[in-house]
């Protein structure tokens, strides 16, 4: 989706424009007042269906066309609301043939949204939307954020051999923060040895938020990482939540479970209305 929803993004910024020349014209007459700004939301998308080039419609205009797997796009500012967006196969020549996702996704006023189009734990196409926590990052760390949306069983999330996430199944997410560095990242099967992605490496920059992605599919052996990295978010305070514990020896810094980042992702994740339906191809 390099273009998702920049279709729509650009028939509404026509439309508030227009707004907003009415609004001046009814100014200089002196028969009305300037016209209220439309509240937008922040957007990134990811691409996340393996072996799928696909194009895009966003309430029922292509807004992508010939999009390729395992990238991103963002941020776009999008209104408030509901959209409905279809995914077809590349070079579809319309949107009235079968789908491969159909769903609906709400933005929020002033949120911060992730779309990802991935395969659900049994394989079938499907597009979530995820809050993204881009609250401030304490001095000298970084935020991680881990996502399930692979056909793949539960997993646990490795960093330098280090199990930093456990249990971790489709399509749920888990935030962390941790001092600013590069990693060794890796996902093994839950409770298991056996490596299903990586090593790879993993750079943290201080003062950021790394949403990572484990897409594709376990049984044909396409699964990999998309991350997504938003920057400057650093000025809060430096320090461990008191009462969270670090896992030993990870000389990492890692907080988890209980740290304000994490209450502050549900909290984000609360204020997101989400309808999403998806078929099968």
Excluded: C
Excluded at 4 to 19: D, E, F, N, R
């Amino acid at each position: 989706m390099r273009k998702l929803l920049l279709g729509a993004l650009s028939g509404v910024t026509a439309a508030a424009l227009a707004v907003a020349a009415g609004g001046v014209a009814a100014a200089d007459s002196g028969q009305g007042h300037a016209a209220s700004a439309q509240a937008t939301g922040t957007v990134y998308v990811v691409h996340g269906i393996p072996g799928t080039p696909v194009d895009v419609y966003v309430d029922g205009e292509r807004a992508l066309d010939d999009f390729q797997p395992e990238t991103t796009q963002g941020p776009l500012t999008l209104p408030s609301g509901s959209h409905q967006v279809q995914i077809f196969p590349a070079d579809a020549p319309d949107a009235t043939g079968q789908p491969v996702v159909e769903a609906t996704a709400d933005v929020p006023a002033d949120g911060n949204v992730s779309l990802v189009a991935h395969l659900d734990e049994g394989g079938t196409p499907t597009l979530t939307p995820y809050a993204n926590d881009v609250s401030p990052v304490p001095t000298g760390q970084a935020r991680l954020v881990v996502r399930h949306d692979a056909a793949a069983p539960a997993v646990d999330v490795r960093a330098d051999g280090v199990p930093v996430v456990s249990g971790l199944t489709n399509p749920n997410q888990e935030a962390l923060v941790v001092d600013a560095g590069t990693v060794q990242a890796d996902v093994v099967l839950a409770g298991t040895e056996e490596v299903v992605i990586g090593p790879a490496s993993l750079p943290l920059e201080e003062g950021t938020a790394t949403f990572v992605h484990a897409v594709g599919s376990a049984e044909e052996g396409t699964l990999t990482f998309v991350p997504l990295t938003i920057s400057d978010l650093s000025g809060a305070p430096s320090g461990v939540p008191a009462g969270v514990a670090e896992p030993a020896d990870s000389g990492l810094g890692w907080v988890v479970g209980g740290s304000l980042a994490t209450l502050l992702a549900l909290t984000a994740v609360a204020a997101v209305r989400r309808t999403v339906t998806s078929r099968e191809p």
